[in-house]
T-cell receptor, first 113, second 115 residues
Framework: DAGVIQSPRHEVTEMGQEVTLRCKPI?????LFWYRQTMMRGLELLIY????????DSGMPEDRFSAKMPNASFSTLKIQPSEPRDSAVYFC???????????FGQGTRLTVV | AQSVTQLGSHVSVSEGALVLLRCNYS??????LFWYVQYPNQGLQLLLK??????LVKGINGFEAEFKKSETSFHLTKPSAHMSDAAEYFC?????????????FGGGTRVLVKP
């Protein structure tokens, strides 16, 4: 298996633009997590899904952020409109219910200028 | 609610010396505990985990950690540091749930290995 695949690896966008980050989970994994990593706040859980259903979105910073999981093999995290303070590395991680280990993608480094 | 505290955001060790990274947690139920490593520009990779059973767990690359319930700790050690151990290390806790098992991470400890 290729692991958790995130795209793009790097994204530079202007303030006010819409940004969409993508994640393809490992086949068979039914839990998916979106994390944000910054120097100031470390690793923060934004939202997680189980069987394509959002379970906990309490970490989503504000209404500008939204996440979807339309099927078991794809998830998106959208920021609209983006702001410079959204600059961070965004990680997607997935796991199966029968396993305690979460596997991480390589992340998307977002820079909003 | 669960939380994780890692003492020391930066640790410097000499090559061949002991590596000790401290982690304390709080959890309302018996926890699952993890150490992850992150190399520059990479995602997180699992080093080791404790779920149940033996409290001393061994992981990859010669690392091990001991779960001490009375101290609510899960410190990570390696007897002899190697240059390739330079990375950032994250302790994490999760609580078993019917679905999800979300991880809460500590702030991370960046390890520098001196020749």
């Amino acid at each position: 298996d290729a692991g958790v695949i995130q795209s793009p690896r790097h994204e530079v966008t202007e303030m006010g633009q819409e940004v969409t980050l993508r994640c393809k989970p490992i086949s068979g994994h039914n839990s998916l997590f979106w994390y944000r990593q910054t120097m100031m706040r470390g690793l923060e859980l934004l939202i997680y899904f189980n069987n394509n259903v959002p379970i906990d979105d309490s970490g989503m910073p504000e209404d500008r952020f939204s996440a979807k999981m339309p099927n078991a093999s794809f998830s998106t995290l959208k920021i609209q409109p983006s702001e410079p303070r959204d600059s961070a590395v965004y990680f997607c991680a997935t796991k199966s219910d029968g396993n305690t280990e979460a596997f991480f993608g390589q992340g998307t480094r977002l820079t909003v200028v | 609610a669960q939380s994780v505290t890692q003492l020391g955001s930066h640790v410097s060790v000499s090559e061949g010396a002991l590596v000790l990274l401290r982690c304390n947690y709080s959890s309302s139920v018996p926890p699952y505990l993890f150490w992850y490593v992150q190399y520059p520009n990479q995602g997180l990779q699992l080093l080791l985990k404790y779920t149940t059973g033996a409290t001393l767990v061994k992981g990859i690359n010669g690392f091990e950690a001991e779960f001490k319930k009375s101290e609510t700790s899960f410190h990570l050690t390696k007897p002899s540091a190697h240059m390739s151990d330079a990375a950032e290390y994250f302790c994490a806790v999760s609580e078993e749930r019917a679905a999800g098992n979300k991880l809460t991470f500590g702030g991370g400890t960046r390890v520098l290995v001196k020749p």
